[in-house]
């Protein structure tokens, strides 16, 4: 698939005038001729002009920028490389079935952890940088689509211990909580998935009805440190005497707030699953 000069400017906020200059002053990009004798340019060459424009907002020299991607192209990248920038370009042109397809490619080279872990989630994460809102709004679906078909084909433990998953009401960020269920499913929980924007009757409903020895909930929204606290204190009475364990860039900056409600902090599953067995080895011993 060739795009014409125009297309390019659009998909890389970069002027076909500056497009032009570089082609004369650096032989960069290098595009083809059509019958007509318009420029068109490849997938490949939209991704080299947005790692240049990329590597000049960091602060290298047009001419250095460019040296470094002549040095590597993106055709040339690994593979797990050339997969995002394929997205990342599928998806600045709000092209949602080639964005899902390259998403398709990567998971059936990977793990089902590997594809969550070193794929899905750093995509998810990069994507306020790199996108606007519709463009992420589009991303963010198709990564969470991804992350709750790896999450519903994991075989659950008909025996093991039970964890409620949720985000607070108002909090809509799910990603990171899809892959948490994951983790957890794969260590051989029973995992009861709530999502987003889970209100706190919601939280008590199903804690009443499956008696979760755990509840993880992601915070991934801004709150002040006292709305926070008491979020987190209505959620756990909500969930008692299950224990609550609480993560995500929106509480890390409030751990006061969070102990103070009588919840607990975890960085990650296995920070989530030692406090776990903490608290357990505690119960045991009153």
Not at 57 to 82: F, Y
Not at 126 to 154: F, K, V
Not at 214 to 225: K, P, T, Y
Not at 237 to 266: D, M, N, T
Request: contains cysteine; aromatic residues 4%.
């Amino acid at each position: 698939m060739t795009l014409r000069i125009r297309t390019i400017a659009r998909l890389t906020g970069i002027r076909e005038a500056t497009l032009r200059a570089w082609e004369r002053r650096y032989g960069f990009p290098r595009p083809h001729r059509n019958e007509s004798n318009y420029r068109v340019y490849t997938r490949d060459e939209v991704e080299d002009i947005r790692r240049v424009a990329r590597l000049i907002s960091e602060g290298l020299t047009v001419s250095e920028a460019i040296a470094q991607v002549r040095t590597l192209p993106v055709g040339e990248l690994p593979v797990h490389e050339r997969l995002e920038e394929r997205f990342w370009s599928a998806v600045r042109g709000l092209d949602g079935d080639a964005a899902d397809r390259v998403l398709g490619e990567a998971q059936a080279s990977m793990d089902a952890l590997a594809s969550c872990d070193d794929f899905l989630l750093p995509l998810l994460r990069e994507m306020g940088q790199r996108l606007d809102i519709a463009q992420e709004h589009l991303g963010s679906a198709l990564i969470r689509q991804r992350l709750r078909a790896l999450l519903l084909a994991e075989d659950s433990s008909p025996d093991g211990p039970r964890v409620v998953l949720a985000c607070p009401e108002r909090d809509m960020h799910e990603g990171g909580l899809l892959a948490l269920g994951l983790h957890l499913k794969r260590k051989g929980w029973r995992v009861t998935l709530l999502g987003a924007d889970t209100p706190t009757e919601a939280l008590r409903a199903a804690c009443q009805q499956v008696n979760p020895e755990l509840v993880a909930l992601s915070c991934v929204r801004r709150r002040e440190a006292e709305e926070l606290r008491q979020v987190l204190q209505a959620s756990v009475e909500a969930c008692a005497p299950a224990l609550v364990v609480v993560g995500g860039p929106g509480a890390r900056e409030h751990l006061k707030a969070i102990f103070s409600a009588g919840a607990q902090y975890a960085e990650s599953t296995e920070e989530l699953l030692s406090l776990w067995q903490q608290a357990r080895g505690e119960s045991n011993r009153t």
